[in-house]
């Protein structure tokens, strides 16, 4: 059974910090593209940031470029999301996604207030 699951996300003050696991499970993780989304309250949902299967073709959003921190450990089949400096308006539920055919997590709560 294909399966991801996040974990890591909390409450957070502004300019914390938090760091997302994504534990894959049921496919050939290191061979596929993964990616991070988000998706805040009343707005649609949005990329943030994928990583290719060896680790490169790593890209981000312009929202999170220099704060946030992608990479994945395929000996752990765990995709990571470091967030630092983290705004208001990074709040948000985040989800991984397996890239192609596309598999969802359920997501994780990110809330970042003083």
């Known amino acids: 059974q294909v399966q991801l699951v996040e974990s890591g996300g909390g409450l957070v003050q502004p300019g914390g910090s938090l760091r997302l696991s994504c534990e894959a499970s049921?496919?050939?993780?290191?061979?596929?593209?993964m990616g991070w989304y988000r998706q805040a309250p009343g707005k649609v949902r949005e990329w943030v940031a994928s990583?290719?299967?060896?680790?490169?073709?790593?890209k981000y959003a312009s929202s999170v470029k220099g704060r946030f921190t992608i990479s994945r450990d395929n000996a752990k089949n765990t995709m990571y999301l470091q967030m630092n400096s983290l705004k208001p308006e990074d709040t948000a539920v985040y989800y991984c996604?397996?890239?192609?055919?596309?598999?969802w997590g359920q997501g994780t709560q990110v809330t970042v207030t003083a």
């Open positions: 996604k397996r890239h192609s055919p596309a598999v």
């Open positions: 049921g496919f050939a993780f290191s061979s596929n593209v």
């Open positions: 990583i290719g299967g060896a680790g490169g073709g790593i």
